[in-house]
């Protein structure tokens, strides 16, 4: 939805010292050289960002929404799946229309000051499985990553489609998966047409 790994950046920010590191511990676990948690655990042992940062961070993201997204997709029933934090990830999502219910991002928990004391951590099949009832098939997964692609593996979704507008990475493509490198290209290969602007 967005042209960067909104977590990625957050922690980059953090520990500008560590970025380099952060960003390699991104690439691992959306190439699925590492799980989604150790990725997880592993960049927030080097950054601990604050409630206030990360709520600055989805209002920045406003301008970070992918070409062509905010046309929307018909008469689909959208989710937004992801590793990123829930505050991150809320007005995007309010943006593009998507209510907070179809939002399943990892949640965390703040103190009072807004220091980060926990997270709900749960990959993408978990919460996939979690909320399959109200996910009627056919359910179509669009990713950029190897996280992206294992509830397809796995069974969980029916389709899966690599949108490579951001970020194309090789082992996605291996996996054989149709290629959507824009938001038109994606409408075409869902035969969704772009609504009509109101006038």
């Known amino acids: 939805m967005i042209t960067r790994e909104s977590l990625e950046v957050l922690l980059a920010r953090a520990r500008p010292d560590r970025a380099e590191e952060i960003r390699a511990i991104t690439d691992a676990g959306m190439e699925g050289r590492i799980s989604f948690r150790e990725s ?3 960049r ?9 940062e990360v709520e600055a961070l989805g209002l920045e993201a406003l301008r970070w929404i992918t070409p062509g997204m905010e046309g929307g997709f018909g008469g689909m029933v ?5 590793g990123g934090l829930e505050e991150a990830l809320l007005p995007v999502a309010a943006r593009l229309g998507i209510p907070r219910g179809r939002v399943l991002a ?19 099949p978990e919460q996939i499985l979690l909320h399959a009832a109200a996910m009627p098939p056919p359910r179509i997964l669009v990713g950029d990553g190897m996280t992206d692609h294992e509830p397809f593996r796995r069974g969980l979704v029916d389709r899966f489609i690599a949108f490579t507008a951001n970020v194309r990475r090789r082992s996605v493509i ?5 290629e959507a490198p824009s938001a038109s290209a994606l409408r075409r290969m869902l035969a969704v047409r772009r609504p009509a602007p109101i006038r």
């Open 40 to 42: 997880l655990e592993k």
């Open 44 to 52: 927030l042992a080097l950054a601990r960002p604050t409630r206030q």
């Open 78 to 82: 959208v989710w937004l799946v992801s």
């Open 106 to 124: 990892t949640r965390a928990r703040w103190s009072p000051a807004g220091e980060l004391m926990g997270l709900d951590v749960r990959d993408k």
């Open 174 to 178: 291996a996996t054989g998966a149709p």
